[in-house]
């Protein structure tokens, strides 16, 4: 009690920060323009529903060939389109990949339009122009005026619930659309069966099964109108209708109560008067049409619009203030906090109301005694979205782990979660980071699951023979070139995981596994050629791959990334690492080359995912590989430099702008870099209780424990030039290196940076 | 108890009935050459699982145009054809349309093939030739060899399990495949999806989704081997196949344990020794792949196939033994108890072992205190099929339309069923004669289920103004032939639905809607044309439609009829249809007329589903709305006619042969005509407590009811010449009409026949 009172203290003490609202600073906007791949709209943390824009609904093919424009809408939205298709129900949040937009709602006036027509002539169907005059994007909530229709636009949501209020002018002939066939990234086939039943003239069910990134997936729905319609109807848009026999008997297209195909759509028909608000309730389910409507009754009693609005804002600010920055500048302030807003989207929560979910083995469990999630982005958001949940919400973080451990024993290959979705599994690059999650966490301390089966499931996994090389891997200590296509970088992925499953071995005293994976935990050191000093393609008769181009991403043996960047990746093993590429001194160098070189165009060109500006030199912050690699000066006699480049990135790379963000936020894990950058430290290895100091750009911060405990940041005479570290206090004790403990943070207490202008 | 010993020294007397298992006069094989459309395969009565072999799987497209063979193999099986497909797990009998074909199953040895191959020949494919002398076509059992591979296959089932046993030669490479493209009308983007989940080297899960003449149609499988497989493979041939991706980190191709697509086969492949038999247990359920697992779990434990063949014929033996007949025929025995299988194969249990089902809402719903059963066929079933139930299992009759009360509470358009299977409804054919099962169940004090909700479900679907045409019914009397294309055929048979609603209201004392239908039971009158004595569209100015032929079925406003054989279409009112269509002597003059005239063969070309034998002068057999002409001799002063015209058809329409049945079985309601008239008696108003007498067939029966009682029939002096009826006595009285009501019957007795070969 007496620390809470300290608290408010605090608060009041330092001015601003006790009125203010930290949502106020979030703007999801943010990296809606170019590469971030985030999306305007409404969620509230880990929801279910994030309803939210299109701008459009690119398909996958164009003229019979793949479309490339299909990448810049993983989520729906992009900053520079006039026009909005419509409002759907579900978005990664910036995704190098694409999925999911769900159950698109178009509400429009007039003629009745069916087809959302193109991007460059709104008249051409159902879409409307619109200017981000009218727009406002915050958390839980997004506006827009739908200028075809004079027509605004309000969107909310709860966990399970989008919640839609439409302003409609005085109207004959209003309309609300509902277009099954609209999705994110339509692959051909995409959309396997839909379905809709209009139970009466304000309640409608369906569903939706669709086999994309996620291969077989369904999504329920049920979704009620505050104002019953006068009238409805159905288009099926189907290459060809099965079976119609005696059906003819209705006549299905209008006011009929039921329809399925693979290519449906739906309108309502109102008449509206000027200013009339119709809304709509519309909630998801992953197991039943019936489990969607308890989900909808659960969470959304009335049709108090702002109330939900309300409680979804106030979760926001529950989640943002579990940490409080001191700073000056608002840009910072509106980073900061839309970082915790970005970060803290995903994963997703998974289940209905009652706890049931369907699982990777298509059956439907219940999640006993925790909330299931789904949305694992884990080759992302293992390096510092986890460790950040581990702070903050190490509650939360173990239900993500009981939830991945479920999916384990779902998973018909008996694995852990790679990158998965809505009971899917895609499988997405490489590694199995799962491990280092579990890891990070029993090495940590989270007592919210049982260690000793999420380790089971770790080795389990790590054995997985027939895993993208894994078998070669294990046998021979590194993946043959010839074997796989991305050999050097999986190799390096899987020993920096068979570190973590060694780790949280250790800690669990079964000293078998820590043996077996600590010895495998070395194999980096076999894809490193010492006569180039990079890491290379081996073939498997032992010697290095003779075309090499340390530059080049392209069929290199790594994943988004080239040799220069990946040469760094043993996050485990900074040190050794060190030591093999020729100690302290030339490592330095490398460093230093690597963020200073000047990287030709045709290099650029070839990188995934990230804007031009999302390079430094040759290092790629938008891609995750190198996230860590600004903290190595760390662990050399010039710590300084991981001070300037952390500033450095931390400017260049986030701008609270729409193009605000260098590439793919990726779930959260750009996000959960600037937090930790931001406050000072960064989690250099998941797996390992050590976080490596950087150079915080606030001027405080205070971290809320679960434990109850405060966490407390002192940043002294920091700003944009005072970014070296003069010295830094713990408890008023001063560090005599760069790296605090996870346990130095759970305790509580202050760790107080002194900053200067100069580095020595 | 005295009873019961009475009836055990019946049997005793009459020599050869004591011995005899009624199950060997079972000829499955009945039906499955030409138009019968049974299937020879296995299944227990009214079983969820009808395990039966595919001698092709005809596409329903044949180079781009409608495949007009399709029609032949409703149930997957001709009997002239000469090779083998494999053996499937769902079949429906005697339908006059196509739909299942679930999960096709064939061993082979030898070079691997997944393509099925063509009919004319073997080698072509994976089917084999076969011989009917190999072939055993038994209750709950079928046996044939397969002579490509010299492999013995052999079928039996429980209500929710197929039971495989495959005797194998020696081989190195004998292969079980698993063709999930298979399925019997395979419309173009029947297969919605399916899926195959290899759990381990001897259990499968999976799928398969379609839309058919079911259009959302899903059934889930498990399938276990009583031997590991040494490897297994998939084939994917969708068209197109979805996003792959990081799915390339695997080889899909072989041993991976799951797959999922629109068009998948897999292989398993293993080494098997001289005559080794490889089992199958392949589990139906139609909420889950784990529903499925816990069904078999729950049926067979162990792999004993003669214990699961013998359980399942106990199980007709117990079916069949409700009526025992005597006869010096084999032939009649043959037909009687073929027609006993047959009629009690459908409806269809629909439900887990623990009473969860699919709904028509897309639900999963649990069966409280009822069996759950689908696979209504009732424009057929309701005439005869339903009523035999009433009397020989009246129990499971009330659980068949507690089924149907929780289709109408579950459907979109709250109908009751019309022709229902698998959680869909195809509105195949016309009415609504859900309301002919009920009102009879209630009208014969049927006490199974409640029949006030019953009643309101009846009523609310016979105001279902958009449901074809009924609109226009209500409103004016008879349906406008402009708006519709079986105007008077529908006109009919709602007045005959109608009067069932009335009697079942009258009998519940709820005047109101006694009064109401009545009334419009008297519809029929409306579209009766005294100038030309027949039943004629009518247009909506009330006069009758100028272009008219009484003989032709097509576009003359009936369905599967003529204006001759519909004219006879008023079973609730035949005296007021003889006062309508000029009194006695014209009505039998007509009726003369009809059994006599010589159709010529133009208008038989046009007679769907029946062959050239199922005509009898213009009386059509193999279509259900003359099947109770021959009784309304019954109503004029020529009753022996009755009695001569059933005798004949019974003679022509039903053999103990392959070709036997002159038109579809209808899901039993042709077998069931036989049961009735074979006995002497026929429901020719269900809703009607009374039963019009013919001339019984066989020479006495005995009936066991559920209540206990015993009704007997003695047949004296009965052959193929003494066909009329001297005279009749109900328990030593005798009868001064040929009319019988079901108290009659319920309460146990005694009916004699006096047979002679004269009729007056």
Not at 213 to 241: C, T
């Amino acid at each position: 009690m007496k620390k809470f009172i300290l608290v408010v203290l605090l608060f009041s003490s330092t001015g601003v920060w006790a009125q203010d609202k930290l949502i106020d600073y979030v703007k999801p906007i943010i990296g809606t323009q170019r590469m971030g791949h985030t999306y305007p709209g409404a969620t509230v943390p880990f929801g279910m529903v994030q309803l939210s824009p299109e701008s459009d609904t690119i398909g996958y093919e164009l003229n019979g060939k793949y479309n490339p424009d299909v990448y810049k809408y993983c989520a729906g939205y992009q900053y520079d389109d006039k026009t909005i298709v419509g409002f759907s129900h579900t978005h990664f949040s910036g995704t190098g990949h694409s999925d999911l937009g769900d159950f698109l709602i178009m509400p429009t006036i007039g003629k009745l339009k069916l087809n959302p027509g193109t991007s460059g002539d709104s008249h051409s169907g159902y879409r409307s122009a619109f200017s981000h005059n009218s727009e406002v994007s915050a958390a839980n909530y997004y506006k827009v005026k739908l200028d075809d229709y004079n027509i605004t636009a309000e969107l909310t949501t709860t966990t399970r619930v989008g919640f839609h209020q439409y302003t409609f002018p005085a109207s004959d002939s209003a309309h609300i659309i509902l277009d099954l066939v609209a999705g994110i990234y339509n692959y051909p086939d995409k959309n396997v069966w839909t379905y809709l039943r209009v139970v009466n003239d304000t309640l409608m069910l369906g569903y939706r099964q669709t086999s994309g990134w996620a291969r077989n997936r369904i999504l329920y729905f049920a979704m009620v109108f505050s104002k019953p319609f006068n009238s409805h109807g159905f288009q099926n848009y189907d290459r060809k209708e099965t079976y119609r026999g005696f059906w003819g008997k209705f006549d299905q297209s209008k006011n009929f109560p039921e329809i399925a195909g693979r290519q449906l759509k739906a309108y309502f028909n109102f008449k509206t008067s000027e200013g009339e608000k119709i809304k709509i309730k519309f909630a998801l389910s992953p197991v039943s049409m019936e489990g969607a409507l308890n989900n909808m009754k659960a969470e959304v009693t009335g049709w108090d619009f702002e109330e939900v609005k309300n409680a979804g804002q106030q979760q926001w600010e529950n989640e943002l203030s579990k940490i409080t920055i001191q700073s000056g500048s608002r840009e910072e302030k509106e980073n900061f906090y839309t970082s915790m807003y970005h970060a803290l989207i995903n994963p997703t929560v998974y289940m209905d109301v009652d706890g049931a979910y369907m699982g990777l083995d298509r059956n439907i469990h219940h999640a006993n005694g925790f909330t299931n999630y789904t949305t694992f982005s884990l080759w992302d958001t293992h390096r510092a979205l986890h460790p950040l949940l581990n702070i903050i919400e190490p509650q939360r973080n173990a239900d993500m782990i009981r939830s991945m451990v479920a999916h384990y024993k779902q998973s018909p290959e008996h694995m852990l979660p790679v990158w998965s979705n809505s009971a899917n599994e895609n499988w997405c690059m490489s590694g199995y980071h799962s491990v280092s999650v579990i890891a990070d966490a029993i090495v940590k301390g989270n007592e919210g699951f049982d260690a000793n089966k999420a380790m089971d499931a770790c080795v389990t996994t790590a054995y997985h023979r027939s895993f993208g090389g894994l078998g070669y891997y294990i046998d021979m200590g590194y993946i043959p070139d010839e074997k796989d296509g991305v050999s050097v970088s999986s190799t390096l992925e899987y020993a920096y995981d068979d570190w973590c499953i060694a780790q949280a071995a250790k800690k669990l005293g079964r000293t078998d596994i820590y043996e077996e994976f600590i010895k495998r935990s070395l194999n980096y050191k076999n894809v490193y050629d010492p006569s180039v000093g990079f890491m290379r393609p081996k073939l498997a008769d032992g010697s290095f791959r003779k075309n090499f181009d340390p530059l080049t991403t392209i069929n290199q043996g790594f994943i988004e990334g080239n040799a220069w960047n990946y040469t760094l990746y043993v996050p485990h093993a900074p040190k050794e690492l060190i030591k093999m590429m020729g100690g302290n001194k030339r490592f330095v160098s490398y460093m230093d080359s690597l963020f200073t070189m000047d990287l030709p165009d045709k290099y650029f060109a070839e990188t995934e995912d990230i804007t031009r500006d999302g390079i430094i030199g040759n290092y790629v912050h938008g891609n995750e590989p190198s996230h860590h690699v600004a903290y190595l000066y760390d662990y050399t006699d010039q710590q300084w430099k991981t001070q300037e480049r952390v500033r450095m990135i931390l400017k260049r790379m986030y701008k609270p702008t729409p193009d605000g963000l260098g590439g793919n936020d990726d779930a959260g894990q750009m996000s959960a870099w600037y937090i930790f950058s931001a406050l000072g430290f960064y989690p250099v290895a998941p797996g390992s209780v050590e976080y490596a100091l950087g150079s915080p750009s606030v001027n405080g911060a205070t971290i809320k424990l679960e434990n109850g405990k405060i966490f407390t940041i002192i940043v002294k005479n920091q700003n944009d030039t005072n970014v070296y570290i003069q010295k830094v206090e713990l408890n008023g004790k001063v560090l005599s290196s760069p790296f605090i403990t996870h346990d130095d943070i759970m305790n509580g207490g202050e760790l107080v940076f002194y900053m200067s202008a100069t580095h020595e």
